[in-house]
């Protein structure tokens, strides 16, 4: 019989010490449940069923909780990034390392236009419901498209990677199409910045949205559309009517976040102020009142900034009253590509009705806007959603 030696039981007893070490921590530490730097929720503890005993799901659920979970997760993330990063990979952390530019990574796909036409058909139904619940009372309704960055900055991706400017042309194409036939109104503003250049200052280099410059822009070109349609007398600010500020703090975008601020290009967000203050009260959610502000403010200059200083994120429901009686009211929803632009409506309204379709339960679309029947109604979506039945505010949602 093969004598043990005493290294190889002494690196056996490690092994096994560290396994167990590692387990302990595991069920000891303290859980969290949202991953600030990868920007998503982690995996909860799963609910034992029969049926998912039966298919395997359990088990794999447990998989993706102990992995979410694990003891030094944070830590071997981190060695990872900067390995990748070291090693000069044009992917890590599923963003793409450009020059000056973090941007998304889009996994090749196939473009199958049939697929592509019969999903513009379904939503150009599914909004013709809204358009003519709208209508029905004398209301106007718009579906707006605003560029995401990777549509915004597609010229930007290596040549070897997908940046889906194939995809998103074409259902831009039939979805407009559809509507046409229809005679829904469908504003296309990816249009409007490409003929400007698709400056920087307009979107954000390492997040998926617009900037408060963009955001501006948007707002800007929904009213222009607004008021050749329909007439309403609704003050448009301008360049001169308003004043941004820089923020001083550090911006953490989502891009920047997954590579765990290892890459820092120095991006600020900026509030935007009329020059003409317009007092107004804001509720959330059903009436809960809350401070009479857009931007959720940071209690230092080193305080870290993200997208949800912008409405303080994906909030339901808010409503904002500016008590003026003689101008129309709006609803814009959506999903966080209105929080930009929620800041900046308000001032041409006389109340403002946001709703973030993800989170929003309480009643269909419809149903609120039969409840609240705003003038106008405005639905903000990128091409990334452009397509997507879900919280598009169909006759289910």
Same mark, same amino acid.
């Given at each position: 019989?093969?004598?043990?030696?005493?290294?190889?039981?002494?690196v056996?007893?490690?092994?096994?010490?560290?396994?167990?070490?590692?387990?302990?921590?595991?069920?000891?530490?303290?859980?969290? &449940?949202?991953?600030?730097?990868?920007?998503?929720?982690?995996?909860?503890?799963?609910?034992?069923?029969?049926? $998912?005993?039966?298919?395997?799901?359990?088990?794999?659920?447990?998989?993706?909780?102990?992995?979410? *979970?694990?003891?030094?997760r944070?830590?071997?993330?981190?060695?990872?990034?900067?390995?990748?990063?070291?090693?000069?990979?044009?992917?890590?952390?599923?963003?793409?390392?450009?020059?000056?530019?973090?941007?998304?990574?889009?996994?090749?796909?196939?473009?199958?236009?049939?697929?592509?036409?019969?999903?513009?058909?379904?939503?150009?139904?599914?909004?013709?419901?809204?358009?003519?619940?709208?209508? +029905?009372?004398?209301?106007? !309704?718009?579906?707006?498209?605003?560029?995401?960055?990777?549509?915004?900055?597609?010229?930007?991706?290596?040549?070897?990677?997908?940046?889906?400017?194939?995809?998103t042309r074409?259902?831009?194409?039939k979805?407009?199409?559809?509507?046409?036939?229809?005679?829904?109104?469908?504003?296309?503003?990816?249009?409007?910045?490409?003929?400007l250049? *698709?400056? &920087?200052? !307009?979107?954000?280099?390492?997040?998926?949205?617009? +900037?408060?410059?963009?955001?501006?822009?948007?707002y800007?070109?929904?009213?222009?559309?607004?008021?050749?349609?329909?007439?309403?007398?609704?003050?448009?600010?301008?360049?001169e009517?308003?004043?941004?500020?820089?923020?001083?703090?550090?911006?953490?975008?989502?891009?920047?976040?997954?590579?765990?601020?290892?890459?820092?290009?120095?991006?600020?967000?900026?509030?935007?102020?009329?020059?003409?203050?317009?007092?107004?009260?804001?509720?959330?959610? $059903?009436g809960?009142?809350?401070? +009479?502000?857009v931007?959720?403010?940071? +209690?230092?200059?080193?305080?870290?900034?993200?997208?949800?200083?912008?409405? $303080? $994120?994906?909030?339901?429901?808010?409503?904002?009253d500016?008590?003026?009686?003689?101008?129309?009211?709006?609803?814009?929803?959506?999903?966080?590509?209105?929080?930009?632009?929620?800041?900046?409506?308000?001032?041409?309204? &006389?109340?403002?009705?946001?709703?973030?379709?993800? *989170?929003?339960?309480?009643?269909?679309?419809?149903?609120? #806007?039969?409840?609240?029947?705003?003038?106008?109604?405005?639905? #903000?979506?990128?091409?990334?959603?452009?397509?997507?039945?879900?919280?598009?505010?169909?006759?289910?949602?």
């Amino acid at each position: 019989m093969k004598r043990i030696k005493l290294s190889e039981l002494f690196v056996s007893i490690c092994f096994l010490a560290f396994l167990f070490g590692v387990m302990a921590l595991t069920i000891t530490r303290e859980k969290e &449940d949202y991953a600030f730097f990868e920007n998503r929720m982690l995996a909860s503890v799963p609910e034992y069923t029969q049926e $998912g005993d039966g298919d395997g799901s359990y088990v794999s659920q447990w998989e993706r909780y102990l992995a979410d *979970h694990a003891a030094l997760r944070k830590t071997l993330l981190y060695a990872k990034t900067d390995l990748d990063l070291a090693l000069r990979r044009p992917v890590v952390n599923e963003t793409v390392i450009g020059d000056g530019i973090l941007l998304p990574y889009l996994p090749a796909e196939r473009v199958n236009e049939k697929e592509v036409e019969v999903q513009a058909q379904a939503m150009a139904e599914n909004l013709e419901r809204i358009d003519r619940a709208v209508k +029905s009372y004398g209301g106007y !309704y718009c579906y707006v498209c605003v560029p995401c960055q990777y549509d915004y900055y597609a010229d930007r991706y290596p040549s070897f990677l997908n940046n889906r400017e194939e995809l998103t042309r074409l259902s831009l194409d039939k979805l407009s199409q559809a509507m046409e036939e229809r005679g829904v109104d469908f504003l296309n503003l990816s249009e409007f910045f490409a003929r400007l250049g *698709h400056p &920087d200052e !307009y979107s954000s280099l390492t997040d998926n949205h617009y +900037s408060m410059q963009g955001g501006f822009f948007v707002y800007q070109r929904i009213l222009e559309r607004v008021v050749e349609r329909t007439g309403l007398e609704i003050p448009i600010l301008r360049e001169e009517d308003v004043i941004f500020e820089e923020m001083p703090n550090k911006y953490l975008g989502s891009r920047e976040r997954k590579v765990f601020s290892r890459i820092n290009l120095g991006e600020h967000l900026f509030t935007l102020r009329p020059k003409e203050e317009v007092p107004f009260t804001r509720t959330n959610n $059903g009436g809960e009142e809350c401070p +009479s502000s857009v931007y959720a403010m940071p +209690s230092s200059e080193w305080s870290v900034l993200t997208y949800m200083f912008y409405m $303080g $994120g994906d909030v339901p429901e808010t409503v904002i009253d500016t008590n003026r009686d003689e101008l129309p009211s709006v609803l814009i929803y959506g999903d966080s590509m209105t929080n930009a632009v929620e800041c900046i409506m308000y001032l041409s309204f &006389d109340k403002m009705y946001s709703l973030d379709l993800r *989170h929003y339960q309480d009643m269909s679309l419809l149903d609120y #806007i039969e409840e609240v029947k705003p003038e106008v109604v405005v639905c #903000i979506r990128d091409p990334e959603a452009l397509l997507d039945l879900s919280y598009n505010g169909g006759a289910e949602s």
